[in-house]
């Protein structure tokens, strides 16, 4: 069974930082763009990040650049996403998911263009 498993969310402080990571089981990252998402209660998902098979493009929305930075290590077969400086409206669950056909340096903040995804990770942030 294809999966992805995110893990590295728990309660942080303002201002804290965390680092998630993205793990597939039964397939390698290669050759496929990521894209990291969100979702807080009552609210739509949202794309945080994204990043292309190179990892020569990434892509963030305005709300989390400077904060956020995404990273992929192929060896590893593993994606990761550093957030820094958190704040009270970073809080909720965060799921990674996998495009399997991106075109060429490229990767998208729709979740609609993503075809797997992981079960997730809540990321609190709290005093």
């Known amino acids: 069974q294809l999966r992805l498993v995110e893990s590295g969310g728990g309660l942080v402080q303002p201002g804290g930082s965390l680092r998630l990571s993205c793990a597939p089981s039964?397939?390698?990252?290669?050759?496929?763009?990521i894209g990291w998402f969100r979702q807080a209660p009552g609210k739509e998902r949202e794309g945080v990040s994204c990043?292309?098979?190179?990892?020569?493009?990434?892509n963030y929305p305005d709300s989390v650049k400077g904060r956020f930075t995404i990273s992929r290590d192929n060896a590893k077969n593993t994606v990761y996403l550093q957030m820094n400086s958190l704040k009270p409206e970073d809080t909720a669950v965060y799921y990674c998911?996998?495009?399997?056909?991106?075109?060429?340096?490229?990767?998208?903040?729709?979740?609609?263009?993503?075809?797997?995804w992981g079960q997730g990770t809540q990321v609190t942030v709290s005093s």
């Open positions: 998911a996998v495009d399997w056909r991106p075109p060429s340096g490229f990767c998208t903040l729709s979740k609609g263009g993503y075809d797997v």
């Open positions: 039964g397939f390698t990252l290669v050759r496929t763009a």
């Open positions: 990043i292309s098979v190179s990892g020569d493009t990434t």
